[in-house]
């Protein structure tokens, strides 16, 4: 069966240091692989996508950014963190059209 | 592009009342619609698709919700609800153009009471 790991699974990290959260998914090859970020209070917003290995879309303009060295691994990336990356970032996969979202159970990064 | 509305961004209900729980969508293009259920501090379970068929769509827990094409609707419903219930409840939408986008609504967080 597929299983997808993210960690930490919390982190606090001070402004202007860097940030590197993996994500690896097991039992599927060739998956589209996603980065979701989820604010205080607000609903969920797609961050980064991935159909295969170097390729990536971005779909907000931000201080972060995606790589997928690996076909099942995706990593999430910042050079100097900053106050409003702050929220609780979600790893999940999938396979095509039909088929839902599997989320990891997340990150909570609090940049202080 | 496409959007995805939950008008209510909480609902408190007691223990064992039915409940529904809105979503609204637009979209220019046809949608498959999803129901996530987020427990505190952990990722997103599904709860329900629609792919096609059946508007009325049954998922786990319970749950149920129903499409309506000219009201743009997909609004989750459970006619009995339980205090394990208590979650946020996300609707979302992918367009069927584009295999890779999952556009999610602001959620709902489901309150039960005892």
């Known amino acids: 069966s597929q299983t997808i790991h993210q960690w930490p699974a919390t982190l606090v990290q001070p402004v202007g240091s860097p940030l590197s959260l993996e994500c690896t998914v097991e039992?599927?090859?060739?998956?589209?692989l996603y980065w979701y970020r989820q604010a205080a209070g607000r609903g969920l917003q797609l961050l980064f996508y991935s159909v295969g290995i170097g390729q990536i879309s971005s779909e907000v303009p931000q201080n972060l950014s995606a790589s997928r060295p690996q076909d099942r691994q995706f990593i999430l990336s910042s050079k100097k963190l900053l106050l409003s990356d702050s929220g609780f970032y979600l790893c999940?996969?999938?396979?095509?059209?039909?088929?839902?979202?599997?989320f990891g159970n997340g990150t909570r990064l609090t940049v202080t | 592009a496409q959007s995805v509305t939950q008008l209510d961004s909480q609902v408190p209900v007691f223990e064992e009342a039915p409940v529904e729980l809105r979503c609204n969508y637009s979209?220019?293009?046809?949608?498959?619609l999803f129901w996530y259920v987020q427990y505190p501090n952990q990722g997103l379970q599904l709860l329900l698709k629609?792919?096609?068929?059946?508007?009325l769509v049954k998922g786990i827990n319970g749950f149920e919700a129903e499409f309506n094409k000219s009201q743009t609707s997909f609004h989750l419903r459970k006619p009995s609800v339980h205090i394990s219930d208590t979650a946020e409840y996300f609707c979302a939408v992918s367009p069927q153009d584009s295999s890779y986008k999952l556009i999610f609504g602001s959620g709902t967080r489901l309150l039960v009471r005892p």
């Open positions: 979209s220019s293009v046809s949608v498959y």
């Open positions: 999940a996969w999938g396979d095509d059209l039909n088929s839902p979202l599997h």
């Open positions: 039992g599927t090859s060739n998956p589209n």
């Open positions: 629609y792919l096609s068929g059946s508007t």
